[in-house]
């Protein structure tokens, strides 16, 4: 049995060895099955990433054109209130020169109404006067003091004679 026994031996641990080398062998593939599927969804991610960064440079584009939009906006809105501000103070004032100018004619109107008021009076007081001279001088009187208003004549329209069409002749001189 001792000659063998070492053959058994060398045989065990050969078999052991062959063991531990079937197992690494399945581990490194079993490693590179994992490594490969790693690969695979890295390239994924990868393509997943490049997708991404593409969409976020267009957002930023498109954010970027917004935020020009809207500051283009802000600027017209801005414009827009001074321009509102200043037909606001254009109004204001045109309604107070036509306040001005109401009062005024009316202060006008005012006026000539007694200056009518003192010339009626002062022609009252005339007639009177004339009146009284002549029934001091016992001369007739020429009126009575009821004025009578003369009709006012209206112009007379002229007539416009009917020209048939094709007689009469056009002097362009």
Known sequence: MAPSA?????????????????????TIRRLR?????????????????????????????????LTEIGLSM??????????????????VECHQKFQACIHEAEDSMQAQHLIIEALVDEKDSLLQTIHGLQEA????APFDGDWEEEPEEEPEEEEIEDIPLGEGEIDDE
């Open 74 to 91: 802000s600027k017209k809105i801005e414009r827009m209130k001074v321009k509102k501000q200043q037909v606001r103070a254009n109004h």
């Open 6 to 26: 070492p053959r058994t031996r060398a045989a065990a641990a050969l078999r052991m060895k062959q063991i531990a080398l079937d197992n690494q062998d399945r």
């Open 137 to 140: 001088n016992n001369a007739p």
């Open 33 to 65: 099955a994992q490594l490969a599927t790693e690969r695979r969804g890295l390239a994924a991610t990868k393509k997943e990433l490049e997708e991404t960064r593409v969409a976020l440079e267009a957002s930023h584009k498109v954010i970027a054109g």
